[in-house]
């Protein structure tokens, strides 16, 4: 009987404590922490949600890359759309690249899909990356914001007993925060100035 899994990787420094257990503990619990990145649970949907919520979701570190993995019988995660959230807690960090992995079975006929994007906003309308992916096949992107939080939203379509995904992930880097120029603050000041001024001038005048 073949599985479905499903792994999101990430690159990062620092360690904590392995989770393993299913994908209604996540629920549960909330968030899944690995170094400086918090997983957040937000939702498991589609047709499959039940069979998904009862398979097993563990992570990992190995040669510094971070995972999150979900194994599940094929069958049973069919027509499935999981969303969450990753955040970067080291405030001097932010994200840096992308790439979505899927690991075809041989055999599955090109038939199985997982549809990925990323999200920069909690109510999945701001899209910052999207690919769709059948077989074996891989695809990556940079980071065009200054961002700390994404919101990942993957699909998985055609999958069966004989037709399955051996797996899909989701790696991300991460870089130094860039500091602003002291132009910048400058800026920033005078702006803040004018302000003050403006305020000043617009006061009562005294009786």
């Known amino acids: 009987?073949?599985?479905?899994?499903?792994?999101?990787?990430?690159?990062?420094?620092?360690?904590?404590?392995?989770?393993?257990?299913?994908?209604?503990?996540?629920?549960?619990?909330?968030?899944?922490?690995?170094?400086?990145?918090?997983?957040?649970?937000?939702?498991?949907?589609?047709?499959?949600?039940?069979?998904?919520?009862?398979?097993?979701?563990?992570?990992?570190?190995?040669?510094?890359?971070?995972?999150?993995?979900?194994?599940?019988?094929?069958?049973?995660?069919?027509?499935?759309?999981?969303?969450?959230?990753?955040?970067?807690?080291?405030?001097?960090k932010i994200f840096d690249l992308w790439q979505f992995n899927q690991n075809g079975i041989l055999g599955n006929g090109g038939v199985s899909t997982s549809t990925n994007k990323i999200f920069s906003d909690s109510?999945?309308?701001?899209?910052?990356?999207?690919?769709?992916?059948?077989?074996?096949?891989?695809?990556?992107?940079?980071?065009?914001s200054n961002l700390t939080n994404i919101w990942v939203e993957q699909a998985y379509n055609g999958i069966s007993a004989t037709k399955s995904i051996g797996s899909v992930s989701l790696d991300v880097t991460q870089k130094t925060a860039p500091v602003p120029e002291p132009s910048t603050f400058a800026l920033l000041g005078l702006g803040g100035l004018g302000l003050a001024v403006r305020a000043y001038r617009r006061r009562p005048a005294a009786v």
């Open 1 to 92: 009987m073949r599985k479905f899994l499903l792994t999101a990787a990430l690159v990062v420094l620092g360690n904590s404590a392995a989770f393993a257990g299913t994908i209604g503990d996540w629920a549960t619990a909330g968030t899944l922490v690995q170094g400086d990145k918090t997983y957040t649970y937000i939702s498991v949907t589609g047709a499959g949600a039940t069979g998904e919520a009862a398979t097993t979701v563990s992570t990992a570190v190995s040669g510094g890359v971070y995972t999150i993995q979900d194994s599940s019988l094929a069958s049973l995660v069919d027509n499935v759309v999981l969303r969450y959230q990753v955040t970067i807690t080291d405030t001097s």
């Open 123 to 144: 109510g999945f309308t701001n899209q910052i990356a999207s690919t769709t992916l059948t077989g074996s096949q891989s695809d990556n992107g940079a980071f065009t």
